[in-house]
């Protein structure tokens, strides 16, 4: 199975900066795509960011100019570099990985960032 693992969330105060990292391995995960979602409180799931395997990225446009997403060398990892953040960027965020072996999304456990003064 294909496994994902976020990390770097956390308490941050408005104006801030953080940086989200997300891994996916597994033997038969090759990258196709690879991105953000968040859910907070009483709110639909809206997408962040993503990445395919061109490179080229997608933005929610509540982030887009604040926030980009980038893959290492070894593609299996991405970051998003989230800066000027604000209290309404409070959520969960899930990171998820498709592989050109599968035709559905595998999801991480999600980590929370919390934007407070």
């Known amino acids: 199975q294909v496994q994902v693992v976020e990390s770097g969330g956390g308490l941050v105060q408005p104006g801030g900066s953080l940086r989200l990292s997300c891994a996916a391995s597994g033997i038969t995960f090759k990258f196709s795509a690879m991105g953000w979602y968040r859910q907070a409180p009483g709110k639909q799931r809206e997408l962040v960011a993503t990445i395919n395997s061109g490179s080229s990225t997608k933005y929610g446009d509540f982030v887009k100019g604040r926030f980009t997403i980038s893959r290492d060398g070894a593609e299996n990892t991405i970051n998003l570099q989230m800066n000027n953040l604000k209290l309404e960027d409070t959520a969960v965020y899930y990171c998820?990985?498709?592989?050109?072996?599968?035709?559905?999304?595998?999801w991480g456990q999600g980590t929370q960032v919390t934007v407070s003064s």
């Open positions: 998820y990985a498709r592989s050109i072996f599968m035709s559905t999304n595998t």
